[in-house]
């Protein structure tokens, strides 16, 4: 298992550094970490290691993203009397063969990383002269980060409706890269690692992180000056940290430290005229439909538009396309909603029906008459896939603010920037929360455990041969998976 563990870890390095020649090192894997280890670019390339495994189709590139949450949440027609690719999902068939496989294969690569993270986290204390203080804190407060997402992520798949069963005992929290059974830890407890990782992520952050005094830095330095430390947004960044913590807080049910952490992202980062995460505008890229300037988080993945040409195409045939009826578009949306006319668009079937298509990770075409400007503007968001939004912090406001006109007030700067008229009435405010969730963030893997943590009894998918929108019934059995059979072997005595 060790050995299993340290090449995963070791592969991205072999890819990634050019400065250390990996193919001399002693082949003993505890000797190839402590060379791994023995100097700052060792460390960072470990550290980009984990990221760029996030993008697998396992995780990011893929299921916990576009496909296999998005299904759960009843988006796409994909029922078709098991035909189709993503049925026995859509159905919850949890003890299906390939779905168990699915999930198996989540568990493992999350706990894979987590051992990863480990591994880093360890090595900070014992190479802090090597990173120097700036260094120390991005990668430590960074790793810490990274570990409290993948856990957070483990328990909204495997954990219970925490309203209803805070306390069920649900999934291990491994906090050193010893590779031992771990006893499963009930809801609640998992949740205060998870903040208490994040809040001394945030800790080291709030030292070194060049975001907080000279933004996200999405561009590359100046000659000779290396990236190390820019792109700052597609790292676990100090606003990311918080923004993850007021997510993890809300569906934990941690209302006063959800509020608390949103009002901060808010608040330090949208000040009037000098936002770190602006909305976007619609006069400026008409591509950028993943509205790239508020992203306080994500995966860049060189192969993205493979997240389109797998799932969403209109090449692919009806087993295989993840499609969202046209009657449930057109109930989803206000018409003059920038995200139904800029991320959906009517195209034709491999049959010649005209439907409609999403088209949030369609490819951006850089044309050759482009000027310089258009093209790096293009290449600033044609390769990212969203993780965290600043929208979602205004969300999270207007859920927990108990002041009626700050909680409207939260919504209304969201539905403003997209083109929406603003809502007065305070009685509306939970439906057309609802109405955002599933508008914002389609495509990301979010909606179900917005369903999730809210307990919803009912939720509404499309009655694909009728052309009519209807709701599907839930149960705790369809929020709540059953551990991998790999894990609960690894506990049988």
């Not at 290691?49 to 299904?71: C, H, K, P, Q």
């Not at 060049?210 to 792109?231: H, K, M, Q, V």
């Not at 799932?311 to 009826?325: E, H």
Request: hydrophobic residues 40%; proline residues 3%; charged residues 25%.
């Amino acid at each position: 298992m060790r050995k299993y563990i340290l090449s995963f870890l070791l592969l991205p390095v072999l890819l990634l550094t050019s400065c250390n020649n990996w193919l001399d090192v002693e082949p003993e894997d505890r000797i190839m970490e402590e060379k791994l280890f023995e100097s700052r670019e060792g460390f960072m390339a470990a550290l980009n290691g984990v990221y760029i495994e996030m993008n697998a189709a396992t995780l990011y590139g893929g299921r916990m993203s576009v496909s296999l949450f998005d299904v759960l949440a009843q988006y796409y027609s994909a029922a078709m009397s098991y035909e189709h690719a993503y049925s026995y999902y859509k159905n919850f068939d949890y003890s299906q063969a390939s779905v168990k496989s699915t999930y198996g294969t989540i568990w493992d690569k999350y706990y894979n990383l987590i051992a990863n993270c480990n591994t880093i986290i360890e090595h900070c204390d014992k190479g802090k002269d090597i990173l120097g203080e700036e260094y120390y804190n991005i990668v430590k407060g960074e790793a810490l980060a990274l570990r409290a997402l993948f856990h957070f992520e483990v328990l909204r798949i495997w954990g219970p409706i925490f309203r209803e069963n805070p306390e069920m005992e649900c999934i291990p929290y491994a906090e050193t890269s010893k590779v031992e059974v771990r006893p499963l830890l009930a809801a609640n407890v998992v949740y205060e690692k998870i903040k208490k990782d994040l809040l001394e992520a945030e800790g080291y952050l709030a030292e070194s992180d060049p975001i907080i005094t000279e933004g996200p830095l999405f561009s590359a330095g100046a000659f000779g000056e290396g990236n190390d430390l820019r792109y700052r947004t597609t790292r676990l960044n100090y606003y990311a940290v918080q923004a993850l913590l007021a997510r993890a807080a809300l569906y934990c049910e941690d209302r006063a430290l959800a509020l608390e952490y949103a009002r901060k992202v808010v608040d330090e980062t949208q000040r009037e005229g000098e936002e770190v995460f602006p909305f976007v505008t619609r006069g400026y890229d008409l591509e950028d439909r993943i509205y790239q300037s508020e992203l306080l988080f994500a995966h860049y993945n060189l192969k993205r538009v493979s997240l389109w040409d797998n799932y969403f195409s209109n090449s692919l045939n009806d087993a295989g396309v993840l499609r969202v009826a046209d009657a449930l578009v057109d109930a989803m949306y206000e018409e003059t909603d920038y995200r139904y006319i800029h991320q959906w668009k009517k195209m034709r079937n491999p049959s010649n029906a005209e439907q409609y298509y999403f088209q949030k990770y369609a490819e951006v075409q850089i044309l050759n008459s482009d000027s310089e400007a258009v093209k790096e503007r293009k290449d600033r968001h044609r390769f990212l896939v969203p993780m965290l939004r600043i929208s979602e912090m205004h969300y999270i406001i207007a859920e927990c603010e108990t002041d009626q006109t700050l909680a409207l007030g939260a919504l209304n700067k969201v539905r403003n920037a997209r083109a929406l008229k603003e809502i007065t009435d305070y009685s509306l405010l939970a439906a057309e929360l609802e109405k955002e969730y599933q508008r914002e963030f389609i495509g990301e893997g979010q909606l179900f455990f917005y369903y999730k943590r809210q307990a919803k009894e009912k939720i509404p998918y499309d009655k694909s041969s009728w052309g009519s929108v209807s709701t599907v019934t839930m149960s705790t059995e369809k929020y709540v998976p059953q551990l991998p059979d790999s894990e609960k072997n690894n506990r049988m005595e």
